[in-house]
């Protein structure tokens, strides 16, 4: 059996996915970890969350996720808010600027992905799924770090 198909199907996704992180970050001036961050704290209360949902939620460790928070706050695009009470604690604040950015912002591929596959039957979402595990444990690469997308410039 030949299985040059699967690969140069994997290679097209990886190349689609690089090609998008290359485009938001040449024209928004932005990793896609990055713009992740943002939309999380887009969609949070009060636009505000805590750095470990961040991370969590970007499922990264805290120093890679602390580094994306850091370089938002050198554009402008995010604040840290300190507690009162309590200066060890912050909370990330998306900004003003950061909102405008992410309004101006197209739909990137993983949000088309989810569109999409709403739209499918959950057996063919099951099957994507199983094929996916199945590839993932044949790479052994089920321990690597889940960046949410392929990150350009993280």
Aim: glycine share 6%.
């Amino acid at each position: 059996m030949d299985t040059t198909e699967i690969l140069i199907k994997i290679r097209k996704i990886v190349r689609s996915i690089n090609l998008e992180s290359k485009k938001i970050e040449k024209e928004y001036g932005v990793s896609i970890p990055q713009v992740l961050c943002l939309h999380y704290l887009r969609d949070s209360v009060n636009f505000q969350a805590g750095q470990g949902e961040i991370r969590k939620f970007l499922n990264l460790n805290a120093s890679t996720t602390s580094g994306i928070i850091n370089r938002l706050e050198t554009k402008g695009l995010v604040a840290r808010l300190p507690k009162s009470g309590d200066r060890r604690v912050v909370t990330i604040a998306l900004t003003s600027k950061g909102d405008t950015l992410m309004t101006n912002m197209p739909s990137l591929l993983h949000e088309k992905l989810e569109e999409k596959l709403g739209k499918q039957e959950d057996q063919a979402i099951l099957e994507v799924q199983n094929s996916l595990e199945l590839l993932v444990n044949i790479l052994g690469i089920d321990e690597l770090e889940a960046f949410p997308v392929i990150p350009e410039g993280e």
